[in-house]
């Protein structure tokens, strides 16, 4: 606990552990930030937070640092927005490991390099046992809006083309099998990525893409059901078109799962002109994250609000939010 007591002991933790990794300008309790982009006339800043409990706290390809970096940058790009900056905020439990602290540390400090962004603020506290479970992140990011780009829900259009960068539902899987209760293996790993080449490479073959969405708790149905509604405009899936590794569908039969509903956390949604579709799709494969791009199905005026699909045996069925939870602590 002496740790999060605010003397030395935390100074001795903080020095140790976070300076090494993140490297701040100066211990002062505020970041001052500046960058060039912000200097554009009609450049607009975007602001994002997120809180990440993921259990468990380490899982085959990620961890809750990678997560907690990934997922903020996530909601940043979805929006347009270049990401630059990140703070983070870390409740640890009484009784954890420093090695493991160490490694989460590292991974996002690993990661905010890889993608451009730099961790610049910060907290620390300590709970006592029991009071947590391991480590809880929170996160903040700041990122830059290019002038004359607006993208979101409003500017959906009947006729748009629905286009996801990878396989469904990966995420959910692997955090299904890490958990241990049910005796699943798989070798699958976690989509944990960061999503800014993905929408930079989208925007420069469709300018006038609509709008995106990442795709994480309540997974692809969830954030498809949320933007039909902002759009006031119905939906239609084609159930054969959804790229879904096999693994992901086995799990979900065993254990009666949609994998509509599985969580992502490298997987987006993009709304694009019909005529754009091929463009954008041949631009996604080109990067890492974009390989199995795949465009799932329409915009439509009927059924406003409303997203359905096209099963494989010829009907449709209804695709609504997510009841419930089929997975707690996924991210």
């Known amino acids: 606990m002496a740790h999060g007591s605010g003397g030395r002991s935390m100074r001795d933790l903080i020095e140790a552990v976070f300076v090494p990794a993140f490297q701040p300008e100066s211990m002062e309790d505020q970041a001052r930030l500046m960058d ?11 602001f994002t937070t997120d809180g990440f409990v993921v259990s468990p706290l380490e899982f085959p390809g990620g961890d809750i640092g990678k997560l907690a970096v990934c997922g903020t940058i996530n909601d940043l790009a979805v929006g347009g927005a270049r990401p630059l900056w990140l703070s983070a905020g870390f409740i640890i439990e009484e009784g954890t ?19 451009g962004v730099r961790i ?14 391991g480590v809880f992140i929170t996160t903040a990011g700041i990122g830059v809006i290019a002038p004359g780009l607006n993208l979101g829900a409003r500017h959906i259009r009947a006729g748009d083309a629905i286009i996801v960068n990878g396989p469904l539902g990966d995420h959910g899987a692997v955090i299904m099998a890490a958990r241990g209760e049910m ?3 798989t070798e699958l790993l976690s989509d944990c990525a960061a999503l800014h080449p993905v929408m930079a490479s989208a925007l420069q073959a469709a300018p006038d893409l609509r709008a995106a969405r990442d795709c994480t708790r309540g997974g692809l149905a969830t954030a498809l059901n949320e933007l039909a509604d902002g759009a006031g405009l119905g939906m239609v899936l084609d159930e054969a078109a959804l790229p879904l590794r ?8 065993i254990l009666g799962l949609d994998p509509l509903y599985l969580a992502n956390e490298g997987r987006l949604v993009l709304f694009v002109p019909a005529a754009r579709a091929q463009a954008v799709l041949q631009a996604l494969r080109a990067v890492p994250q974009g390989a199995g791009a ?3 199905g329409t915009v439509v005026a009927d059924h406003p609000g409303q997203v359905r699909m ?16 089929q997975l707690p602590r996924i991210c």
Do not use: H, N, P
């Not at 060039?36 to 975007?46: F, K, M, N, P, V």
């Not at 490991?97 to 993608?115: D, P």
């Not at 096999?246 to 039969?253: A, F, I, K, N």
């Open 36 to 46: 060039s982009a912000l200097q554009e006339a009609g450049a607009r800043l975007a």
């Open 97 to 115: 490991e420093i090695a493991l602290l160490r490694r989460i540390v590292a991974s996002m400090a690993q990661e905010a390099q890889a993608a």
């Open 120 to 133: 610049v603020t910060g907290d620390t506290k300590v709970v006592e046992r029991g009071a947590a479970d």
């Open 183 to 185: 005796a699943l293996e």
């Open 246 to 253: 096999d693994e992901v569908r086995g799990l979900c039969e």
């Open 294 to 296: 795949a465009c799932i």
């Open 310 to 325: 096209k099963t494989a045996f010829g009907g449709f069925r209804i695709v609504d939010m997510l009841v419930g939870d």
